[in-house]
């Protein structure tokens, strides 16, 4: 079940914490740190979590792949998920622990049996989120933000194909960031993430995003020592700004082998319907592997915070990438608990 270099969570411990305990720690004392077995708070009906207040709850190191979780929907209907979607939470960067992407493994299934098994549960999921956006959106509340980065190839276009398609569009909004426009160009970096972003009620769904006005200059020597400081300050303090103010943030580092790259790379091109994906850039970049690498290695562990955590995904296999981020998004939602707003009228008092 557990494929690539070294499997089983034990050998990967920045991507867990010690004795399954995750790195994220609440804020709140009235939603204290998660433990293995501990249960989640009751919530009022009418008291919304802030959105730091997610608790994992997570389930040892054994594969829980075939346990199911009893869980009451929004609308009250109780749903059992043939894979648990708690376990997809192991995937969080422990920051306390030194990030080597080599020693990770990129074809790591440890969750899920098998494809067939994958595109089951990415059915289940798909039907609970695509619920929970429903009464997102009736609160208008919060916010979801989900971040996708990666070498090229990765799968962040297949990602935002495969989880969001079939969900409300009236819910979602895809964004892809491209080289920069003449007058994106005349504004600071941030400008154009700031437009960017998902209305309450809203999941937002980038598909490279302000991350990489720091990863790309900084790996072609075109930014600063200072300049790579600064940025580094401006995007954790942007997104915190963001929590604060009612989003809820979840970034997805898509990990994929070398040789990976190469067998999407002539799959490309052996295929005419993707040629225009292919850019020269790409193979620029590609013998820039280990520059980009490394800087990867130094960003995500700093901007990896309780706000704005970010997951480590192994990608060389699409289908579990997928499941992966659509397990990660549900608990996030889960952890949101939207509730429908109460009517701004009186039932009583209306005739027909």
Same mark, same amino acid.
């Given at each position: 079940m557990n494929g690539g270099r070294g499997a089983g969570f034990s050998r990967f411990p920045w991507l867990t914490g010690d004795e399954g305990e995750s790195h994220w720690q609440s804020p709140d004392p009235a939603f204290p740190s998660s433990r293995v077995g501990r249960r989640r708070p009751a919530v009022a009906r009418n008291h919304l979590p802030s959105p730091n207040k997610v608790v994992l709850i997570l389930s040892g190191n054994r594969s829980l792949s075939h346990s199911k979780m009893h869980h009451k929907n929004a609308m009250g209907m109780a749903r059992d998920f043939s894979i648990n979607p708690k376990l997809w939470e192991r995937y969080v960067l422990n920051r306390r622990v030194r990030l080597r992407l080599r020693d990770v493994s990129t074809n790591e299934t440890g969750f899920c049996i098998d494809k067939k098994s994958a595109q089951s549960a990415l059915k289940e999921y798909k039907h609970e989120i695509d619920r929970l956006l429903y009464v997102l959106s009736a609160q208008k509340m919060r916010s979801v933000l989900v971040i996708f980065q990666g070498m090229d190839a990765s799968g962040k276009d297949?990602? =935002?194909?495969?989880?969001?398609?079939?969900?409300?569009?009236?819910?979602?909004?895809?964004?892809?960031?491209?080289e920069p426009?003449?007058?994106? =160009?005349?504004?600071?970096?941030?400008?154009? =993430?700031?437009?960017?972003?998902?209305?309450?009620?809203?999941?937002?769904?980038?598909?490279?995003?302000?991350?990489?006005?720091?990863?790309v200059p900084r790996v072609r020597g075109l930014l600063s020592a200072r300049g790579v400081t600064m940025r580094l300050r401006q995007i954790c303090d942007m997104e915190r700004?963001?929590?604060?103010?009612?989003?809820? =943030?979840?970034?997805?580092?898509?990990?994929?082998?070398?040789?990976e790259q190469a067998d999407r790379f002539l799959a490309r091109l052996e295929d005419p319907t993707k040629h225009w994906k292919?850019?020269?850039?790409?193979?620029?970049?590609?013998?820039?592997?280990?520059?980009?690498?490394?800087?990867?290695?130094?960003?995500?562990?700093?901007?990896?915070?309780?706000?704005?955590?970010?997951?480590?995904?192994?990608?060389d296999h699409k289908w579990y990438r997928d499941i992966a981020v659509a397990g990660i998004v549900l608990r996030t939602l889960q952890g949101i608990d939207p509730h429908f707003p109460k009517p701004p009228l009186d039932r009583k008092h209306l005739k027909i």
């Open positions: 297949g990602a =935002i194909r495969h989880v969001l398609t079939g969900l409300n569009p009236q819910h979602c909004k895809v964004t892809s960031f491209e426009s003449g007058e994106e =160009i005349d504004h600071d970096y941030l400008w154009r =993430i700031y437009r960017a972003t998902p209305a309450k009620g809203q999941l937002g769904a980038f598909n490279r995003s302000h991350y990489e006005d720091l990863l700004i963001w929590v604060e103010n009612g989003a809820v =943030i979840r970034k997805f580092f898509f990990h994929i082998s070398r040789k292919v850019k020269e850039s790409d193979f620029v970049d590609r013998k820039l592997w280990s520059k980009f690498q490394s800087v990867y290695e130094e960003v995500l562990p700093l901007t990896s915070t309780p706000q704005a955590p970010w997951y480590v995904i192994p990608s």
